[in-house]
């Protein structure tokens, strides 16, 4: 493994391990586990548990609410005398209720009549509310309980202790601790058995009012006001429950905040909390929180997730599988709430996937914006806005250590600079500006065709394609440079004549294009390197440059780029060279700007010059009213009757020089 993915899996590491330190210490911190909780609300309301199918197979739970139409009906005011509810214990009874639940607070003795009736109604079906209160002093805290009188339990009623426990932010999430809850004693008085489960959470059946409710006055005379069987079998809570809910807002006694409030803003009275941890022992609802190992290999876990997807580079990718782990751990968390009873909070595994890929993520954009503006100092001088944009957006699409790939070179250089240079040499300034004003349009022509421009030398352009971004069509792009170079060389010196007159120097320039396997990538030494080329085809495609002059062409192709072009700019044949370096002898080719050349014209055309080669005479062929064709023949014709006969009659081959 080298340097740069050791570093960047040391921080790969060290990012993930700070994300777990960081969401344990959040785990165990009170605001962000009450954020937590606020979670389990959401899944607790998603899908309660069905009350009706419950209802159905064990008798159910049914609330006698003392609510405002029995204040309007019993005409008396609160609290109710004691024979009152005696009589309600008596009608429950005979209506065939299995446990009666009176969650009401008889701390004290009223009038001796009534507490006798009521003492007399109570039994081992009936189970009396008791209370737990905390009296604050200066100098400690005491937890008081309040009881019933001793005279109402006489007869065998149990006790059962009706105070929760609410969550430091007021919500009721978390069942009795106490062993002898009220819940749990209106069970064991229906004779069946319920263990406290001290630490888990409820869930909660529904918001207020999601249990069968019958109104006080009802219950006094179930046979005249209500369907026969309502209280068969059934247990039943009687408590305060007013039909106007009571608002979270503005509070009130006996009513709790619980997992629903948040969605409705609406307590649930106190009764129907005690019918809800009564269903929760009786059907095993309540969920279990996950412990702090279980939360630690939790976080761990997404960690190591968000670890190997931040392995990669940032990008689009990185933030869909982000997003997709987050989505994962929330499915878990679940998945485990409804089909195993567990509450495994999902916020932290959560945070702990945006704390790996935030920071790696941060880093790679840094790298990223570091390499776009490094690419930006290398090539913004060599190649067209465009395309150093290009590499810009998509470092990744540059390779910067050494590669070898096909590319197309070309060579441009003026010619007969020396007699020109020597004309002016009283003048560098205008010598200066007369090849700046030359080179720029021959750079443009380059870099609006996709080249990229290797290096000056001198007078001279070097530019090759198909690298450092892929090409496909390079050999036409760099034909089509070089025809454009001699376009702009031509625009210039009508420019120049029209400012100098016949005083103007009349310019010109050859051109080498050659194809071929070359290394391309940075050159140089550890402190100045340049992206650039080496390899047989650059030095044929210099040496093309300088045999166009003996060619007599100013723009001259390898065979291999003549290939490559050939259905597309139609190459013509215009000699067969020898290259110093290369046995034997190879055939070169030109391009025309006119318009596109016939196939058949074009064997015609290279057949005859062939021949001409071969024995330096003309042949007698026909072009279809081609004059260009006719003048670049006629220009082979004469440089090849100029060339001195070798043994044996035949014309000898050019011996082109190594271009300096």
Not at 56 to 85: C, M, N, T, Y
Not at 89 to 99: H, I
Request: hydrophobic share 50%; aromatic share 6%.
């Amino acid at each position: 493994m080298t340097a740069r993915p050791r570093r960047r899996l040391a921080e790969t590491v060290l990012c993930a391990l700070a994300a777990i330190a960081l969401c344990l210490g959040l785990s165990a911190w009170q605001p962000f586990r009450m954020a937590e909780a606020r979670v389990f609300d959401a899944f607790a309301t998603l899908a309660p548990p069905p009350m009706r199918p419950l209802a159905e197979a064990d008798g159910g739970i049914v609330v006698v609410a003392i609510d405002e139409p029995s204040f309007a009906e019993i005409g008396l005011q609160w609290p109710w005398p004691r024979d009152l509810h005696a009589r309600l214990v008596a009608a429950l009874r005979q209506a065939g209720a299995k446990a009666i639940g009176l969650d009401l607070v008889f701390a004290e003795p009223s009038t001796g009549e009534a507490d006798r009736l009521l003492a007399e109604a109570l039994g081992p079906d009936v189970v009396l509310a008791a209370d737990e209160s905390v009296i604050e002093t200066p100098h400690m805290s005491q937890l008081i309980r309040t009881d019933p009188f001793p005279d109402l339990i006489a007869g065998g009623a149990r006790i059962g202790l009706a105070s929760v426990s609410l969550d430091p932010d007021g919500v009721l999430r978390r069942m009795p601790a106490a062993p002898d809850g009220f819940a749990a004693e209106l069970l064991r008085a229906a004779g069946e058995g319920a263990e406290a489960v001290p630490g888990r959470l409820i869930r909660p059946m529904g918001p207020a009012r999601s249990y069968p409710t019958v109104s006080y006055y009802q219950a006094l005379d179930p046979a005249n006001f209500l369907p026969p069987g309502t209280f068969k079998n059934k247990l039943v809570v009687v408590g305060r429950s007013l039909q106007m809910a009571i608002p979270a807002e503005t509070g009130g006694a006996d009513s709790f905040a619980t997992a629903f409030t948040s969605a409705t803003g609406m307590l649930v009275p106190g009764v129907e909390i005690q019918a809800t941890i009564a269903d929760n022992l009786r059907y095993a609802l309540s969920v279990a929180p996950a412990g702090m190992p279980l939360v630690g290999l939790a976080i761990g876990f997404a960690a190591a997730c968000a670890a190997l997807v931040g392995w990669r580079p940032a990008g689009l990718s990185t933030l869909a599988l982000g997003l997709g782990l987050v989505a994962a751990v929330f499915a878990a968390s679940l998945a485990t709430f409804f089909l195993a009873g567990l509450f495994l909070p999902p916020l932290a595994p959560s945070l702990a996937v945006a704390a790996v890929l935030a920071p790696l993520a941060a880093r790679d954009i840094t790298e990223e914006r570091a390499l776009r503006r490094s690419v930006t100092r290398a090539f913004g001088h060599y190649l067209a806005p465009a395309m150093v944009e290009r590499l810009a957006r998509d470092p990744n699409a540059l390779k910067l250590g050494g590669e070898k790939r096909e590319l197309t070179i070309l060579f441009s250089d003026i010619r007969n600079f020396t007699t020109l240079a020597e004309s002016m040499k009283d003048e560098p300034e205008r010598l200066t500006q007369l090849v700046n004003r030359l080179l720029t349009p021959l750079s443009d022509a380059v870099l609006e065709r996709g080249g990229t421009i290797d290096k000056f030398i001198g007078d001279c352009i070097m530019a090759f394609w198909n690298a450092p971004l892929d090409d496909p069509d390079h050999a036409v792009h760099a034909v089509e440079a070089g025809l454009a170079m001699l376009a702009a060389v031509d625009c210039l010196n009508a420019e120049l004549r029209a400012e100098l007159g016949e005083a103007a120097p009349k310019l010109a320039i050859g051109v080498g294009i050659n194809t071929g396997a070359c290394v391309v990538g940075n050159m140089g030494s550890a402190t100045r390197f340049d992206y650039s080329v080496l390899g047989d085809a650059v030095n044929y495609a210099s040496r093309l440059e300088g045999a166009s002059k003996e060619c007599r062409v100013p723009l001259l192709l390898g065979a291999a780029t003549a290939e490559r072009v050939r259905e597309r700019l139609a190459p013509l044949l215009v000699a067969r060279i020898a290259v110093k370096g290369r046995s034997g002898v190879a055939p070169v080719y030109t391009v025309l700007p006119d318009e596109p050349i016939a196939p058949q014209i074009r064997a015609r055309f290279n057949a005859a010059v062939d021949a001409t080669i071969a024995d330096g005479t003309r042949q007698n062929a026909s072009f279809d009213g081609h004059p260009s064709l006719d003048f670049l023949y006629a220009t082979i014709v004469a440089r090849e009757a100029r060339k001195p006969m070798a043994s044996g009659g035949e014309a000898s081959s050019a011996q082109v020089k190594e271009a300096s």
